[in-house]
């Protein structure tokens, strides 16, 4: 299968010598290396669901076909995975043949979150206020029938702070075709609603940001198990209230998924969070 190929052909190729391992060379990244990645890689390695999910996301980038047989299980094939990306820069060769970082591929998996404002461009973009009003510069760009939705939704809710009507993207990242540099691709934009929660601060506790996606990981699971196709968002130590810092997760549900009982997947969504806080 192609992708075998690929894999194999990269761990062959791109194997750190001991002269890397020993820090007498250096090896420059597209991306900074994430830190402390492998409780996070254990998590996904230990979770069959997840371990399909990325496979099944990297073979549609890949353009593979279910009539293809595999030889590696969607464990095998997340080792491997995870194998080459302790080894060599595996995101700047998952670029050139599928347009996705590796943790573009875990993102896209809804297997860890989305970063609030990644690359320094507004995602997900809130349209109301505290009070649940349209700010003034979206009045003209969101459907009256959208926002009308969402409001009688928003007088409800028994617990109604930070929650939003907001636009969200997913995204990948890919190399432009002229001087091959990196740029971001939006892959979907979608309106709905947004949830904002604070969580403990892990820059405090000295926590890089894998650290801080597997301190989170059974959270996420379990709100994609239940609310599938649902964006998770993430900031470190990004919320301030009462001049006190917090992590934030966002959890937004795309009107073209939840729309319908849209106030029954809220509640569900909040009862996951405040279960696992």
Same mark, same amino acid.
């Given at each position: ?8 052909? $990269?761990?062959? &190729?791109?194997?750190? /010598? ?6 007498? +060379?250096?090896?420059? #990244? %597209? @991306? ?14 230990d979770d069959s ?32 995975? $995870?194998?080459? &990306?302790?080894?060599? /820069? ?6 050139? +043949?599928?347009?996705? #970082? %590796? @943790? ?11 970063r609030f404002n ?134 937004f549900l795309p ?23």
């Amino acid at each position: 299968m192609i992708y075998i190929f690929y894999i194999s052909f $990269f761990l062959k &190729y791109n194997t750190v /010598d001991e002269k890397v391992k020993k820090g007498m +060379i250096s090896v420059e #990244t %597209i @991306f900074p290396r994430e830190e402390k990645t492998e409780v996070l890689f254990q998590k996904i390695l230990d979770d069959s669901w997840a371990c399909e999910k990325l496979q099944e996301t990297f073979c549609n980038y890949l353009f593979c076909d279910d009539e293809i047989n595999s030889y590696l299980s969607p464990l095998e094939f997340s080792q491997a995975l $995870f194998n080459a &990306y302790h080894n060599r /820069d595996l995101s700047a060769f998952l670029m050139a +043949i599928c347009e996705n #970082t %590796i @943790f573009d591929l875990l993102r896209n998996s809804y297997l860890i979150p989305y970063r609030f404002n990644a690359d320094g461009i507004e995602n997900p973009v809130i349209m109301t206020d505290d009070n649940g009003l349209l700010l003034p510069k979206y009045k003209s760009k969101v459907h009256e029938k959208d926002y009308n939705h969402f409001h009688e939704i928003y007088k409800e809710l028994n617990n109604n702070k930070k929650i939003y009507l907001a636009k969200a993207y997913s995204y990948n990242h890919k190399y432009t075709s002229d001087n091959m540099e990196m740029k971001q691709q939006i892959l979907e934009k979608n309106t709905g609603i947004l949830i904002i929660r604070e969580l403990p601060d892990t820059v405090t506790a000295n926590k890089t940001e894998a650290e801080a996606y597997s301190a989170v990981w059974d959270l996420m699971i379990e709100l994609e198990k239940n609310l599938p196709m649902a964006f998770v968002f993430y900031g470190q130590d990004s919320l301030v209230e009462n001049n006190k810092r917090y992590d934030e997760i966002g959890i937004f549900l795309p009107n073209s998924i939840f729309l319908k009982h849209l106030e029954k997947h809220v509640a569900k969504a909040e009862a996951i969070i405040y279960a696992n806080k």
